[in-house]
């Protein structure tokens, strides 16, 4: 069981998400569990506020270390976290290996950036990983926690149906995937490679690493040379 915690300003903003596919049945399963923080509950003020003006004056707002503290902590005590992580543009590229290393933990924590980022005092002393998304800025971190929790939660042995499907995905052996076909043999004169209706395996499984290789050289040359 994968406990992941949500700490964020905006909690509704990803029940859509939580709410519908794989993630929902994993939770149903008893596998995965996802749970949502609104910071706001931890405001040391009477109107909840959760951000400040920052230091030596600058424009846009920073998360206050208070709450986000306070969350932390009321949290901490109640189980041990294998991680804290934050997503922001800055942090470590998110990756395939990440997503692997992460399903194997018990209980994540993950703190959406939001405004300038949040005081730098709570990623000095709470934090232990940081996470990017992409070298692009979003307007906050729910996004980027949505696209952790979800490669991480089909990772999770039965969350997805096809085991073997999730071991072969783009990435887990460093190439892309081989082009995949289905019925009909033929359409409108395209026809699927013919090695993939021999039936002979061997054959098949040279042909798609054969692919996967080239595409990777095409399309992702950056993959191989990582491997060097
Ligand atoms: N918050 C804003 N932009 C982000 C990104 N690219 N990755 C993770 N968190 C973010």
């Given at each position: 069981m994968t406990r992941i915690d949500i700490l964020t300003?905006?909690?509704?903003?990803?029940n859509m998400f939580f709410e519908e596919s794989i993630i929902k049945r994993a939770q149903k399963k008893g596998l995965a569990e996802v749970v949502f923080h609104d910071l706001h509950d931890y405001s040391l003020t009477r109107y909840g506020s959760v951000d400040d003006y920052p230091y030596g004056g600058s424009a846009g707002m920073v998360m206050a270390v208070e709450p986000v503290a306070n969350c932390i902590e009321k949290l901490q005590q109640e189980r041990q976290y294998d991680e804290v992580i934050y997503t922001a543009p800055d942090g470590e590229m998110f990756s395939q290996p990440i997503a692997n290393e992460l399903s194997l933990r018990q209980n994540l924590m993950v703190l959406c950036g939001h405004?300038?980022?949040?005081?730098e005092r709570i990623r000095e002393h709470f934090v232990t990983q940081e996470i990017s998304i992409g070298d692009y800025v979003l307007t906050g971190g729910e996004l980027a926690a949505a696209v952790i929790c979800d490669a991480v939660i089909r990772l999770?042995?039965?969350?997805?149906?096809?085991?073997q499907s999730a071991l072969s995905?783009?990435?887990?052996?460093g190439l892309v995937a081989p082009p995949e076909y289905t019925r009909p043999p033929e359409f409108r004169g395209w026809k699927v490679p013919e090695v993939l209706l021999s039936g002979n395996h061997a054959k098949i499984e040279q042909w798609r690493y054969e692919q996967a290789v080239a595409r990777t050289r095409e399309r992702r040359p950056g993959l191989l040379r990582d491997e060097e």
């Amino acid at each position: 069981m994968t406990r992941i915690d949500i700490l964020t300003l905006f909690p509704n903003m990803m029940n859509m998400f939580f709410e519908e596919s794989i993630i929902k049945r994993a939770q149903k399963k008893g596998l995965a569990e996802v749970v949502f923080h609104d910071l706001h509950d931890y405001s040391l003020t009477r109107y909840g506020s959760v951000d400040d003006y920052p230091y030596g004056g600058s424009a846009g707002m920073v998360m206050a270390v208070e709450p986000v503290a306070n969350c932390i902590e009321k949290l901490q005590q109640e189980r041990q976290y294998d991680e804290v992580i934050y997503t922001a543009p800055d942090g470590e590229m998110f990756s395939q290996p990440i997503a692997n290393e992460l399903s194997l933990r018990q209980n994540l924590m993950v703190l959406c950036g939001h405004y300038k980022g949040v005081d730098e005092r709570i990623r000095e002393h709470f934090v232990t990983q940081e996470i990017s998304i992409g070298d692009y800025v979003l307007t906050g971190g729910e996004l980027a926690a949505a696209v952790i929790c979800d490669a991480v939660i089909r990772l999770i042995p039965g969350v997805i149906g096809d085991e073997q499907s999730a071991l072969s995905d783009s990435f887990q052996d460093g190439l892309v995937a081989p082009p995949e076909y289905t019925r009909p043999p033929e359409f409108r004169g395209w026809k699927v490679p013919e090695v993939l209706l021999s039936g002979n395996h061997a054959k098949i499984e040279q042909w798609r690493y054969e692919q996967a290789v080239a595409r990777t050289r095409e399309r992702r040359p950056g993959l191989l040379r990582d491997e060097e």
